[in-house]
């Protein structure tokens, strides 16, 4: 199976289509770049949907270390995947580790995320 590229990079704002291929790694590095300017006005953090498909959304999210995503309510069934750094996943019971390769179904209630290094993750969420 072929992972590379045919062809130009893809705008940043664009989402892949069914069939096109794009390298997490490269545009995860870029996010995390953007994460940590202290121009970006991102709190630490930046994301971009590269799968946006009927029922399924994709979003590739860098956090710098110390920043994190305030509690918020669960997307329904979804899953989050750390590609790069550690994160922590929390509830109010309960708290996940994640470091690279690790990946953890995101419980349905309210919970946040915290980086404990530079990281780049991976959500996936199914759309009602």
Partial sequence: MSTHHNGPARPPETHLSTGE???LAAMGEQ???DA????????GRAARTVVALPGLRVTL???ASG????EHEAPG???????????TLS???RTWALGEGDIVAIPDQRHGLTAETDAVVLLTVRLA
């Fill in 21 to 23: 291929v794009t390298n």
């Fill in 31 to 33: 996010l995390l770049a």
């Fill in 36 to 43: 940590r300017s202290a121009t970006s006005g991102t709190s």
């Fill in 61 to 63: 999210i860098a956090l």
């Fill in 67 to 70: 920043s994190e995503l305030a």
């Fill in 77 to 87: 069934s979804a899953t989050l995947t750390c590609l790069t750094g550690r994160v």
């Fill in 91 to 93: 509830t109010t019971d």
